[in-house]
């Protein structure tokens, strides 16, 4: 039985079986206490072991990390915490875990040590938290879309073309590089490659994503996303998860309550299916801010995810939002790191969490950026300067959405495509689309860590996917 349906079992009569990990064992002169958990709840099951039934010695080995097998009975706990508990009347211990060598103790380790341990922590209780978030998260991000009679498509991981435009990929090749062919001008000969042409990892699903929507009218592609960009911050990874939505006949308005709407059912789905680890994380966090000052303090976990829920997203142009920014005693007493003197800036996380936690007070849709400082898929303004872009800005996090509705006249984008010098031959058959049939369409990138970070309160995207890829780090 696992633990957690042994938990909310009022069953005494029946002898059931439960496996599971030692998360500590005490005991006293009759009788030794042992918390078990399995991963299914942050909860532990209590097992009592009577030690005139059972030798002492035979629960020797059953240290901290160790995993075990029992019998016995629920029965209802006099204790607080639990409802129920176990008396045992069989225990078999299955894998020790020496407590000379095994690193988790029932105590609190910090982030970075577990970081060094991934393959171990799993097993704390904060982790197995974000495990089942996590999971909870990718399930609801699912379970929104078919509701709502999305098709899901998987998009290429090997591609030929760089969706972003940005260069930061990751390219992936099966030539020597010890000993690359040449070609007569001396640069690498591609042609002898795997492909017959350069590949990289992909940076984003849209581009094909795009291509579905524009028959199946309503899209969705969830998948692995590679960056090799080179920030080392708490939010930024080589390879996360992007869910990216597209919708034929959409504007960017359409786009706008859709993105509200899915952020909004995935933290009602998280209050709803895990209540518990939410709980259990908030008292982390409140934990963690305990130095903090008062003011520095960040809201209560759940209380945070509530007033996200109860409230509507501020919407304002980037234009805008760097008058806001502008004229703020923020920026007029220098406490930005990156100044903001005027219109065309890039948007700092700085300046996007100041707009959400100190200005609006609530996440905030950007719209309408610089053309420059995007990519060449959106759709042009008749100012001739902005673009249909929009960022989901969120507390905490700064950006968690990326999207825009897209470019579908076939001119503007051609000129859009050749004035950023994006190879026309590795994007041809995304020009094509708007040559046959095209229509307004529009889409969004959600980081899945990113909204992961939101969820859980965590403060670094390192512990909100197991097995981080960041720079200089590739264990595990
Ligand atoms: O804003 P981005 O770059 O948008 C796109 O890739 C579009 N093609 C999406 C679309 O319109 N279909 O990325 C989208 C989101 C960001 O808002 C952020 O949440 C996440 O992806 N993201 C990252 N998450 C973790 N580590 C990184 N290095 C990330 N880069 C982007
Ligand atoms: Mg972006």
């Not at 079986?17 to 918390?35: D, L």
């Not at 920026?331 to 996007?352: A, C, M, R, T």
């Amino acid at each position: 039985m696992e633990i957690k349906d042994a938990l909310a079992s009022q069953d005494f009569e029946k002898e059931i079986n439960v496996k599971g990990w030692v998360r500590t064992k005490r005991g006293s002169k009759n009788v030794a206490f042992i918390a078990l958990n399995d991963g299914s709840t942050i909860h532990n099951l209590q097992l009592v072991v009577d030690l005139e039934k059972i030798p002492e010695q035979q629960l020797a080995l059953m240290h901290t990390g160790a995993s075990i097998s029992a019998n016995g009975k629920l029965v209802a706990s006099a204790g607080s915490g639990q409802k129920v508990e176990m008396t045992v009347e069989q225990i078999e211990l299955l894998g020790e875990a020496n407590p000379d060598e095994y690193p988790l103790q029932p105590k609190k380790h910090s982030l970075e040590f577990l970081r060094e341990k991934a393959h171990l922590r799993f097993r704390t209780n904060t982790f197995s938290a974000i495990t089942r978030l996590r999971h909870a998260m990718i399930f609801g991000i699912h379970k929104f879309f078919n509701e709502k009679g999305f098709f899901n498509i998987h998009t290429p991981i090997i591609t030929g073309s760089d969706a972003e435009g940005a260069g930061e990929m990751f390219q992936v090749t099966t030539l020597d590089m010890g000993n690359p062919p040449h070609d007569e001008i001396g640069n690498i000969n591609y042609t002898e490659d795997f492909f017959g042409k350069m590949a990289n990892l992909t940076v984003s699903g849209q581009l094909e994503g795009e291509l579905a929507a524009l028959a199946m009218s309503k899209i969705y592609t969830f998948g692995p996303t590679f960056r090799a960009e080179n920030s080392n911050t708490s939010r930024h990874l080589a390879e996360f998860w992007m869910v990216e939505p597209e919708v034929a006949f959409f504007d960017i308005n359409d786009n706008m309550d859709l993105a509200e709407e899915m952020l909004k059912f995935l933290i009602q789905y998280a209050l709803d299916n895990c209540y518990d680890d939410l709980v259990f994380l908030g008292k982390r966090l409140e934990e963690e801010e305990k130095n903090k000052k008062v003011d520095e303090r960040s809201m209560d976990l759940i209380s945070k995810l509530k007033f996200v829920l109860e409230n509507s997203f501020e919407r304002i142009t980037y234009t805008e939002a760097i008058a806001i920014l502008r004229n703020s005693n923020h920026n007029k007493k220098g406490k930005f790191q990156y100044p903001v003197e005027g219109w065309g800036i890039d948007l700092q996380s700085e300046h996007e969490r100041y707009l959400v936690e100190k200005h609006f007070k609530k996440p905030v849709i950007l719209t309408d950026y610089p053309k420059e400082i995007k990519a060449f898929y959106m759709k042009q303004n008749d100012d001739g300067k902005t673009v249909r872009a929009m960022d989901v800005l969120f507390p905490g996090i700064g950006e968690i959405i990326g999207g825009s509705q897209r470019e579908e006249r076939y001119d503007k984008l051609l000129r859009r495509v050749e004035e950023m010098h994006i190879p026309i031959d590795s994007m041809w058959w995304y020009l094509e689309t708007r040559k046959f049939g095209t229509v307004p369409h529009a889409g969004f990138g959600l980081g899945l860590e990113r909204l992961m970070l939101f969820i859980t309160g965590m403060g670094n995207i390192r512990d909100v996917i197991p097995f981080p890829r960041t720079p200089k780090n590739l264990e595990f």
